[in-house]
Each structure stands twice: as structure tokens, then as C-alpha cells.
């Protein structure tokens, strides 16, 4: 899962790192998108601790010994 967020990120970013590279990005444009692949990445987050919570796994594991 943190494989699959670090790729949305990087995607998103470095699209837009191209896009203002290669042409003229609005700074309006920009912030809109750095904070949607901040979203989406939140997001993804969520239904990974959904899909976790619905298989009864809980978020974190703890250790019997």
C-alpha cells in the first residue's frame, strides 16, 4: 500500500514538474494539483484501513510472546 501511494504521488508530481518544465503551468493550476495527489493519496490510505478493518485484521498488529 505505501508502494501504491508513493507512485500516485510521484505520478501526479512529476507530471506536473514535466508540465511546467516543457510548458507554462498556472500557479493556481499547480497547487490544485499537488494538493489533489495529497487527497488521493489520503483517500487510498482510508480504503486500505477500510478494507483492513473489514477483514477483522485491525490497523496495527501487536506481538504475544
Not at 510548458?23 to 478494507?51: C, F, Q, W, Y
Amino acid at each position: 500500500m505505501v508502494r501504491q501511494n508513493l507512485v500516485i504521488a510521484s505520478v501526479c508530481i512529476g507530471t506536473l514538474v514535466a508540465w511546467d518544465l516543457i510548458g507554462h503551468l498556472p500557479l493556481p493550476l499547480g497547487v490544485a494539483g499537488h494538493e489533489g495527489s495529497t487527497v488521493l493519496v489520503g483517500l487510498n490510505g482510508l480504503a486500505a484501513a477500510r478494507r483492513g478493518l473489514e477483514a477483522g485484521s485491525g490497523l496495527t498488529r501487536t506481538r504475544r510472546g
